[in-house]
């Protein structure tokens, strides 16, 4: 009751769960990262195993995963989670600016974080984004890929018990990333932020606002990225650099050593 009066009512926002690693007095950088939808911070065990040494780490788990809380009441958006990151920020008493490296949900949360709280931040690494075009008054013969995915979406979150039997079938046999988990216990967290924050978006207008150094990296087989908003983002903003990997949609392969690439790039950018 307690904590529903404090979170929900007083609209005090929740501290996430955090690990940091390789903590130095005076590290070349500072680089939070923030998982993907489904997921929890061991996504990016890999990524964080090949980084160089002096470079600070911070993990997250997103609201609604792994062992932050899952409050059923919590409207799971890109400006919820951002508070979030902000209140873990300042519990941790970080210094900033820091480089925020966001995969697909997490990359959404990253723009918001950037967009809210500009001096927090250096630089953002965006990771396979979901970054969606609204077309409601387009008429076209064909629908646009982003209209397609949403179609998927709002199927997907009327079926949640479907897409439960779905999820255990392909985490069973390893067709996803091997961190990814969802039960019963966070079916409510996963549709939330599905609706929330990827169907009711506003990051693709959102990026476009920032001025920040931005490095997105593109599976070329990714099935959920549309290709065409990532390169029309890079044409029209100087600041923003679009990297394509022979790679799907998660963190995993060749995407795992451009992450790396585009992480060590960035630290040193900040000398």
């Known amino acids: 009751m307690i904590d529903t009066i404090f979170h929900r009512f007083l609209r005090v926002p929740y501290a996430l769960h955090a690990e940091i690693f390789r903590s130095k007095q005076s590290p070349v950088a500072t680089v939070l990262f923030i998982h993907g939808i489904g997921n929890n911070s061991h996504a990016w065990d890999e990524v964080i195993d090949k980084l160089p ?56 949360v990253a723009v918001d974080v950037a967009r809210r709280y500009p001096l927090l931040v250096r630089s953002l690494i965006l990771c396979s984004p979901p970054f969606y075009q609204l077309h409601e008054d387009e008429k076209k013969l064909l629908p646009r890929g982003d209209d397609v995915l949403m179609n998927i979406y709002r199927t997907v979150k009327k079926y949640p018990e479907k897409f439960l039997q779905v999820a255990a079938i392909a985490m069973r046999y390893k067709l996803i990333n091997n961190v990814f988990s969802v039960t019963n216990e966070n079916v409510d967290s996963y549709m939330g932020a599905l609706e929330a924050a990827i169907i009711n978006q506003t990051s693709f207008y959102d990026v476009t606002k920032l001025k920040l150094p931005i490095d997105i990296l593109h599976g070329t087989l990714d099935p959920v990225v549309v290709a065409r908003n990532l390169r029309e983002l890079a044409h029209d903003h100087d600041n923003i650099k679009l990297h394509s990997v022979l790679s799907g949609h998660e963190i995993k392969g060749r995407m795992v050593d451009e992450t790396v690439k585009a992480i060590s790039q960035a630290s040193h950018k900040q000398l």
Not at 70 to 82: E, I
């Open 53 to 108: 040494k002096n470079i600070k780490v911070v993990t997250v788990d997103l609201l609604g995963f792994g062992e932050s809380p899952k409050p059923s009441w919590a409207l799971y958006n890109a400006r919820t989670q951002a508070r979030s990151v902000l209140a873990t920020f300042l519990k941790l008493r970080l210094r900033g600016p820091i480089i925020i490296v966001g995969h697909s949900l997490g990359a959404l």
